[in-house]
């Protein structure tokens, strides 16, 4: 693999670029994408026409960039995030019918959880989860009921890294936060109340391979108020079980109930 003189790959600095875009800032000039990863404007340039010729870019007649369709074609053929999105979305479709507020799947990402799929509700309560973007995973319901089943030295680095306060619900001593993973693994369940916003409240449930290993989270977000959560739990539990139950036939090619 080819190097700059920087002693970087070629390839770690067009994933860079590639990393520049986000939800709010689906188009960038070259100029933009240069200042957001730091990279000197005449490699960039190269890049960009590089990527582009490779279909991972897409140079509109504005002559911003924005990802091509290639990436997504990648994504689809992933058996990983899009397979749990495509054995998760009908039983996410009924969670999200029956609480008629936000519905989403999140998976980790180093420290942070980042969510594949989101259903919403015109009117419902704020939820600052994207998808496509990340939240910290310290401070979301989906990220929290993740990390508590990851070995006590990736919670550990989780803390490590550090949490800002987003209200002043948000839970930022590591020492709480431990009796939480604590309690969050032998309930198999969290509840978050205002944590990143004192009008909502995050409910998740852990999604399990059949093999009982960690995919993802299965969340809900609805208002921060007085509403029995215990329905909400129930309703997240059944329908986790049903995605577990479908992943496993999506990826394995059979049907689990068989014997």
Do not use: C
């Amino acid at each position: 693999m080819a190097r700059t003189s920087a002693g970087r790959s070629s390839l770690s600095r067009a994933v860079d670029l590639l990393d520049a875009f986000d939800s709010n800032s689906v188009f960038l000039t070259a100029t933009e994408i240069a200042q957001r990863t730091g990279s000197p404007v005449s490699t960039t340039h190269r890049l960009l026409g590089e990527l582009t010729s490779l279909g991972l870019l897409e140079r509109v007649p504005d002559r911003t960039y924005r990802l091509g369709a290639r990436i997504w074609e990648w994504s689809a053929r992933s058996p990983g995030a899009a397979g749990l999105r495509a054995a998760a979305l009908p039983h996410l479709q009924k969670v999200h019918h029956a609480v008629r507020q936000h519905a989403q799947i999140g998976i980790l990402s180093g420290h942070d959880v980042l969510f594949i799929e989101r259903l919403s509700a015109p009117d419902a309560v704020v939820n600052y989860s994207v998808i496509g973007q990340r939240l910290p995973a310290l401070a979301s319901s989906s990220g929290l009921v993740q990390l508590a089943w990851l070995p006590e030295r990736e919670q550990e680095a989780a803390l490590a890294a550090g949490l800002k306060q987003f209200t002043s619900l948000t839970v930022t001593d590591p020492a709480q936060i431990r009796r939480r993973l604590a309690e969050i693994r032998r309930t198999g369940h969290v509840v978050n109340d205002g944590f990143l916003h004192t009008a909502a409240r995050g409910i998740a449930v852990p999604l399990r391979g059949h093999q009982d290993d960690l995919l993802g989270a299965l969340s809900v977000i609805v208002p921060n108020d007085a509403a029995p959560v215990l329905p909400y739990i129930a309703l997240l539990q059944t329908a986790a079980a049903a995605i577990t139950r479908d992943y496993a036939t999506l990826t394995s090619g059979h049907d689990v109930h068989r014997s």
